[in-house]
Every structure is written in structure tokens, then in C-alpha cells.
């Protein structure tokens, strides 16, 4: 069987049906062409070092010190579990971080909070970021819906073996 063979068996030998699929494909490079610039829009939005920023211009900064660190794992390769102390409205308070190898806890450790000083964050330690993969789904599987929708809406006949 050769390419053509392949080809016209698959998408049929109707130039209107051919057009068809060109559109089919357009529409799925141009929600790829669409999603992924809107991803990293997005995914900046939501990223700590935003969150640092906003905090930082809002003079929402707290200087914590290190008081204990903990290694975990392989010898070598630890991640380590550290717990820090800093004053914050008066009162001293801790904050526990966790750093995956190759990170060290660094002696002083910065927090920031965006308008409530309870919830503390650090953009140095890390973060298990699930919600960027949340939003990478829509990225991946809404130009493949679009292009289905617009197979049936083209009403384009499906090819059966």
C-alpha cells in the first residue's frame, strides 16, 4: 500500500473533504498556538515570585533565623527539614520549610505574607506546585476538543475498517 493509497483510504478522495481536515488541523495548531502563550500568563500569575514582589512592595518582609535542621533520605543526597524563628507584631514565632536536594537551608531565611502576617511563605524552600498542573490539562486537551468539535460541526465522515 502506498502513501497515497494510505492517505486517500484514511481522508477519502474528496477535495472538500480534504479542505475539511486542513481546517481540522488549523484549528488544533491554532489552539496549541493559543493555550501555551496563555499558560505562562497564567502560570506567572499564580507563581511565588509574584507573590514575593507584591509582598516585597508592600514591606511585607520577615528576616527569619535558623534554629534546627533535619537531613532526610540517602546519605549525600539529603533533603533537609528545617525550622526557623523570627518576631513578627511582637511575638516570636516559628516557621518550619522544607528543601529538596541539592538546597541547603540558608542561615537566614526571608518570609513574605500578602496582607495576612499569619500566612507566611518563602520563596526559597519547596513547593509542590499542583495547581500549575491543574491548568497544564486545559492546555493539552482543549485544542483536541476544539478539533473534534469542529470534525462534527464540519460534519466530516469518520473513515471505518
Known amino acids: 500500500m502506498s502513501i497515497t493509497e494510505a492517505l486517500t483510504g484514511v481522508f477519502s478522495d474528496d477535495p472538500i473533504n480534504w479542505i475539511k481536515w486542513g481546517i481540522v488541523f488549523a484549528i488544533l495548531i491554532g489552539g496549541y498556538i493559543i493555550a501555551i502563550p496563555l499558560y505562562g500568563k497564567i502560570s506567572s500569575r499564580l507563581s511565588w515570585e509574584r507573590k514575593r514582589d507584591i509582598a516585597r ?39 518550619h520549610a522544607y528543601f529538596k536536594e541539592p538546597t541547603r537551608p540558608p542561615v537566614y531565611l526571608y518570609l513574605y505574607y500578602l496582607d495576612n502576617p499569619d500566612k507566611l511563605f518563602s520563596v526559597e524552600e ?9 491548568l497544564l490539562l486545559p492546555v493539552i486537551f482543549l485544542p483536541w476538543i476544539l478539533a473534534l468539535a469542529a470534525m462534527f460541526l464540519l460534519n466530516i465522515p469518520l473513515p471505518i475498517n
Do not use: C, F
Not at 57 to 83: C, F, I, R
Not at 126 to 134: D, L, P, S, T, V
Open 126 to 134: 519547596y513547593h509542590y506546585e499542583n495547581h500549575k498542573a491543574i
Open 57 to 95: 512592595g508592600k514591606d511585607h518582609v520577615v528576616k527569619a533565623a535558623l534554629v534546627k535542621k533535619h537531613p532526610k533520605g540517602e546519605v549525600g543526597k539529603y533533603d533537609w527539614s528545617a525550622t526557623y524563628r523570627y518576631e513578627i507584631q511582637g511575638k516570636e514565632r516559628e516557621y
